[in-house]
């Protein structure tokens, strides 16, 4: 199954571990959707879109860098995507999304993305 990821807080900024990430999934050939504060085009395969955009097919992995405050905004538009885990960056733990995914069925991860894809974790 392909493994589709959202990066849900993306950064066009290189220094930012969202950026980062993208990036690493990149090299790895892992599909990406990238959520950011605003309309940012990486380079022709990435653009990070701001707001929560319809239409970008099936998400297996949702994966956090935003903090529990500005995820609020994101619950029913993650629930919604029925994505098979949600990976909780470093920094970005909230027990009330990450329940409320439990519950829909979601798998929770407290882990770091780019160590989990440097271990073969992913």
């Known amino acids: 199954m392909e493994k589709t990821t959202l990066v849900l807080g993306a950064s066009p900024n290189p220094n930012r571990f969202a950026y980062k990430a993208i990036r690493?999934?990149?090299r790895r050939n892992i599909?990406?959707?990238a959520i950011g504060r605003r309309d940012v085009d990486l380079d022709e395969s990435i653009k990070i879109r701001k707001g929560k955009?319809?239409?970008i097919g099936k998400?297996?992995?949702v994966t956090l860098y935003m903090n529990a405050k500005f995820q609020?905004?994101?619950y029913e538009y993650i629930l919604k995507l029925e994505p098979k885990r949600i990976i909780f960056?470093?920094?970005t733990t909230n027990s009330e999304l990450a329940e409320m995914?439990?519950?829909a069925g979601i798998e929770v991860v407290d882990d770091c993305l780019l160590v989990m894809l440097n271990n073969g974790k992913f």
């Open 24 to 26: 690493s999934l990149q």
């Open 31 to 33: 599909p990406v959707v």
């Open 53 to 55: 955009p319809t239409g």
């Open 59 to 61: 998400i297996h992995t």
């Open 72 to 74: 609020e905004e994101y």
């Open 89 to 91: 960056n470093p920094g």
């Open 101 to 103: 995914a439990r519950k």
